[in-house]
């Protein structure tokens, strides 16, 4: 059995405003009317995971409370060398 660390935070780890913005963009790919892109532009969305990406970001544009992104890795070109 481990010991509880003093160090971690209780409670929810995703609001609640998040899981219904969520919810609803799930709901939305199900009818077919889920759209990426910014205003909707983009193609329609089939993918479950893009769906849920959809609507966290969503929430978060609203400030609902959930964890940071996760940072996204620079790609740099190599240089050849001569």
């Known amino acids: 059995m481990r010991?509880?660390?003093?160090t971690r935070k209780s409670g929810r780890r995703y609001g609640k405003a998040a899981s219904t913005s969520v919810k609803r963009a799930m709901e939305k790919r199900?009818?077919?009317?889920?759209?990426?892109?910014k205003g909707g532009r983009?193609?329609?969305?089939?993918s479950r995971k893009q769906a849920i990406a959809i609507g966290l970001s969503e929430a978060r544009?609203?400030?609902?409370?959930?964890?940071?992104?996760p940072r996204r890795k620079s790609t740099r070109r190599k240089r050849g060398s001569k």
């Open 3 to 6: 010991a509880k660390s003093g």
């Open 61 to 69: 544009a609203r400030g609902a409370k959930l964890p940071r992104a």
């Open 30 to 37: 199900k009818r077919g009317t889920l759209r990426s892109g």
């Open 42 to 46: 983009g193609g329609k969305v089939t």
